[in-house]
Structure formats: structure tokens, C-alpha cells
């Protein structure tokens, strides 16, 4: 339903990079505002990647305070931010606007090497810390190149005009997640570009479907 659109090729584009540029064992971290942790993406990415068999890019969540007790993968704290470094990603998913204490946190792992990704609604901010960035929302064809469209859903009971807007964007959200962890997990994601590219050309000229 989504090859159409631009948000089915940025989602990919962003997966694709996600996975080749995160080139050390369990280096990609996923990490967020303290009271909205991306805990849906991380186990998405986790289940995916699992069923991909792509076990060396299995994530981490990297939590502002992990309770005492919590069991291993749910117990990784701001240290792992400390010990980041070249080969490896940090992922921040941020709906709202990021707070000052976040953006911190993203600079000192940026100086240290670390490639950042976001998924984020374009604050200017967290754009400009990103290697690469993505804002969920649907892009069309009008007849002059692409115009922006919420994805719009019908709903049972009336709403007001903002509570749908936010509905909106909480579902743009969870389907560009849905996508990118798709993607990551592509085996083209795991080709080089050069492969890739030619694949893709070789298929465009034999009339194939890419």
C-alpha cells in the first residue's frame, strides 16, 4: 500500500542505512525522552532482526534509570551511552520536542564517533545532531512532485479536530516504526550499494519488477 509513497522509500532508505552503518557486534542502541523510552521499536527491530537471522545488530535499549532487579536487556542504563563509539548507532525516537537533557546526551555520544538516526517531528535541534533523519508522515504524488498527507483512519465515534490530529500523527509514528524495522531486516539491507544499485538496474532493464 505504501510503494507509492515517499514514506515507503524513506522508511527503507532509513532501515538499509541503519543496518550498514552500524558495523560492530550488538552496536546499535535505541534510546529516547526519559518518559516516552522507545520500547515499541526496540522490540520490533529485536523480532525482526531475530527472524532475519541478522543476530549481530540485535539492539539495545539504553535506559535513563533501570529499577533495580530488572532482567539484563531491561537493565541497560546511561553508561552504554558513555562507552559508544565508532561502528556502532544510536537510534532516538523523540514525537515531542526533544528536551535540552536528551540533546545533551546525544552530543557527547556524537563527538565520540557514534552515527545517530532519529525518528523525530522535525525539530531543528535533533535534526542537526542526526547523520540521518526521519519525520513520519504520508507523502503523495500530487502531479508536481509530493505533498504531505496525514494518514487518516475512520473512527466509530466522533472526534475533535485535535484529538484526530494527534491520533495521526501517534499512528504515522508507529507505521514508519513498523517499516524501518522491517527494512533493517531486509536482505538487501546487507548488500553493498554498489550490488544493490546493479541489481536494481539490471532488473529495470529485463522488464522485471524491482
Known amino acids: 500500500m505504501l510503494t507509492a509513497t515517499e514514506l515507503g522509500s524513506r522508511t527503507t532508505e532509513f532501515g538499509y542505512a541503519l543496518r550498514r552503518f552500524t558495523t560492530r557486534r550488538s552496536g546499535l542502541m535505541l534510546f529516547g525522552p526519559v518518559d516516552d523510552e ?38 541497560i542504563g546511561l553508561d552504554r551511552l558513555r562507552d559508544a563509539g565508532r561502528g556502532e ?81 501517534d499512528e504515522s509514528f508507529e507505521t514508519a516504526q513498523h517499516l524501518v524495522s522491517l527494512a533493517a531486516a531486509d536482505e538487501e539491507a546487507g548488500r553493498s550499494g554498489w550490488r544493490r544499485r546493479l541489481r536494481d538496474a539490471i532488473e529495470r532493464l529485463s522488464g522485471e519488477p524491482a
Open 89 to 169: 548507532s544510536l537510534l532516538v525516537v523523540a514525537e515531542g520536542t526533544p528536551a535540552d537533557t536528551l540533546l545533551e546526551r546525544i552530543s557527547d555520544v556524537r563527538r565520540r564517533g557514534t552515527t545517530i538516526f532519529s525518528i523525530g517531528n522535525g525539530d531543528n535541534e535533533l535534526t542537526s545532531l542526526s547523520h540521518e533523519t526521519l519525520v513520519p508522515q504520508l507523502l503523495v504524488p500530487d502531479g508536481f512532485g509530493w505533498t504531505s498527507r496525514s494518514l487518516e483512519y475512520e473512527y466509530d465515534e466522533p472526534k475533535s479536530a485535535l484529538t484526530e490530529v494527534d491520533s495521526q500523527t
Open 38 to 75: 522507545p520500547w515499541h521499536l526496540t522490540a520490533h527491530l529485536d523480532d525482526e532482526l531475530h527472524r532475519a537471522g541478522v543476530e549481530d545488530l540485535r539492539p539495545s535499549l539504553v535506559r535513563w534509570a533501570p529499577p533495580p532487579g530488572a532482567p539484563p536487556h531491561l537493565a
